[in-house]
């Protein structure tokens, strides 16, 4: 018997940035009364709510207790108690770190171009602050699941993307998540260092 099943959310447990279906919401639910579970994403906290715990048809506080989220690539830990989803840490960028890493993104983008890269219209933000991470999506933040699934099947654009982010900034920890995103966070910060959290 494990005593942790850890998990990615997008592509994992839920289609990119879609509600969890109720299969998956009932076995996860049959999961949590056995071990504890801990999900990992690169998502911010709400989309975590929304996309995947507000699905989950649990109002057993004992069963909640057994689930950890961890957000934002782990750069942030949540924890349920008797008063709800409780904030156990937050490792925040500061605003000189956001704006260097913005910076960083507008460079190499312009540096590849649109065409290249195949960005000819976005969807929402293209570069998002999660205070603890800043999210890349090439399309936009509400670009359509089969648009994104087809804009780099096989990473090689954001292999492109990371490398030069890489040598402009190297303080930074580089991750592609997701279908078309890449997440920056603190030195050190990733689905290991969640692990090492629990």
Same mark, same amino acid.
């Given at each position: 018997?494990?005593?942790?099943?850890?998990?990615?959310?997008?592509?994992?447990?839920?289609?990119?940035?879609?509600? $969890?279906?109720?299969?998956?919401?009932?076995?996860?639910?049959?999961?949590?009364? /056995?071990?504890?579970?801990?999900?990992?994403?690169? =998502?911010?906290?709400?989309?975590?709510?929304?996309?995947?715990?507000?699905?989950? %048809?649990?109002?057993?506080?004992?069963?909640?207790?057994?689930?950890?989220?961890?957000?934002?690539?782990?750069?942030?830990?949540?924890?349920?108690?008797?008063?709800?989803?409780?904030?156990?840490? %937050?490792?925040?960028?500061? +605003?000189?770190?956001?704006?260097?890493?913005?910076?960083?993104?507008?460079?190499?983008?312009?540096?590849?171009?649109?065409?290249?890269?195949?960005?000819?219209?976005?969807?929402?933000?293209?570069?998002?602050?999660?205070?603890?991470?800043?999210?890349?999506?090439?399309?936009?933040? +509400?670009?359509?699941?089969?648009?994104?699934?087809?804009?780099?099947? %096989?990473?090689?654009?954001?292999?492109?993307?990371?490398? $030069?982010? +890489?040598?402009?900034?190297?303080?930074? +920890?580089?991750?592609? =998540? =997701?279908?078309?995103?890449?997440?920056?966070?603190?030195?050190?910060?990733? /689905?290991?260092?969640?692990?090492?959290?629990?």
């Amino acid at each position: 018997m494990k005593l942790l099943y850890i998990f990615d959310l997008d592509g994992t447990l839920t289609k990119s940035k879609q509600s $969890m279906d109720n299969e998956m919401a009932s076995l996860l639910v049959d999961l949590l009364k /056995k071990t504890k579970v801990a999900v990992v994403s690169g =998502g911010k906290y709400e989309q975590f709510i929304n996309q995947f715990v507000d699905y989950l %048809n649990c109002n057993d506080s004992k069963l909640l207790s057994n689930l950890f989220l961890f957000p934002t690539c782990a750069t942030a830990f949540y924890r349920y108690s008797d008063d709800g989803w409780m904030n156990i840490y %937050n490792e925040l960028l500061s +605003e000189k770190e956001k704006k260097l890493i913005k910076s960083a993104i507008e460079f190499v983008t312009e540096r590849i171009g649109i065409d290249k890269l195949d960005i000819h219209i976005t969807f929402g933000k293209q570069v998002e602050d999660r205070k603890t991470q800043i999210t890349f999506s090439a399309l936009g933040q +509400e670009a359509p699941l089969d648009l994104k699934k087809n804009w780099d099947k %096989n990473q090689k654009k954001r292999w492109q993307i990371k490398k $030069m982010l +890489e040598n402009l900034i190297p303080e930074f +920890e580089i991750t592609i =998540g =997701g279908t078309t995103s890449i997440d920056i966070t603190k030195k050190g910060i990733d /689905k290991i260092y969640a692990i090492k959290q629990m």
